[in-house]
Structures are given as structure tokens and as C-alpha cells.
Nanobody, 127 residues
Framework: QVQLTESGGGVVQAGDSLRLSCATS????????MGWFRQAPGKEREFVAA??????????YYADAVKGRFTISRDNTQNTVNLQMNSLKPEDTAVYYCAASADIAALRTGPAGPSYWGQGTQVTVSS
């Protein structure tokens, strides 16, 4: 059974930073592209960032809303994908989900793309 386990959510103030982590198995980490989505109350789940699979150059992709503020990275020693979120805004408040797909293009298309999902972690940014 595939497991994606998120951690690192919390409550912060606008302008603060937070780092989310997603741990998975070595097999998943080395064969799948990984990414993050988020879903705010009353809104659809949306793409945030993705990084291609390990042996494909680990190319990164970002939604326009987070470009320049968020950084996605792979930790090859921990089989973990991290999302460093800086300069957080109240509109970043959402449940953040880790996602995985064997196809980076599918991962970037939207919530219908990923094959696997984590359980989600809440991020709340107060003004």
C-alpha cells in the first residue's frame, strides 16, 4: 500500500515561513514525480508545486501564485519531498496535500492527475 505522509503544517502569521514534508517509500521516491496541492474552504483543490522523479533531473514546477515564495525539493537521504514556504499570505491558508504520479505531466494537470495522495496537513496564515 502506497503511503505519503505529510508533516509540518501549523498556524503562522503573514510573512512567516513554514516547511512541509512528505515522506514515502524508497521505491515511490525514486520512481515517481512528487508534488503538492492545496484546498481552501469552498474552493477546488489546486496545484502548488511539483518536482520530477529522481533520475529525470528533479525539474521543479510552480503555480504562479507561489512562484518566488515557495521552494520544492527532494531529500534523497530521507526519501522526503519538502515544500519551503516563505512570505506566507492569508490566502495561502488551506489543507496541503502531498501527491505522486509516475508522469510529471499528469501531476501538473490538476487534482485529477496524481495517482496517490497523502492525508493532508492544515496550514493557517493569520493576518
Amino acid at each position: 500500500q502506497v503511503q505519503l505522509t505529510e508533516s509540518g503544517g501549523g498556524v503562522v502569521q503573514a510573512g512567516d515561513s513554514l516547511r512541509l514534508s512528505c515522506a514515502t517509500s524508497e521505491y515511490m521516491f525514486t520512481t515517481h514525480s512528487m508534488g503538492w496541492f492545496r484546498q481552501a474552504p469552498g474552493k477546488e483543490r489546486e496545484f502548488v508545486a511539483a518536482v520530477s522523479w529522481m533520475w529525470n533531473g528533479a525539474t521543479t514546477y510552480y503555480a504562479d501564485a507561489v512562484k518566488g515564495r515557495f521552494t520544492i525539493s527532494r531529500d534523497n537521504t530521507q526519501n522526503t519531498v519538502n515544500l519551503q514556504m516563505n512570505s506566507l499570505k492569508p490566502e495561502d491558508t488551506a489543507v496541503y496535500y502531498c501527491a505522486a504520479s509516475a508522469d510529471i505531466a499528469a501531476l501538473r494537470t490538476g487534482p485529477a492527475g496524481p495517482s496517490y495522495w497523502g492525508q493532508g496537513t492544515q496550514v493557517t496564515v493569520s493576518s
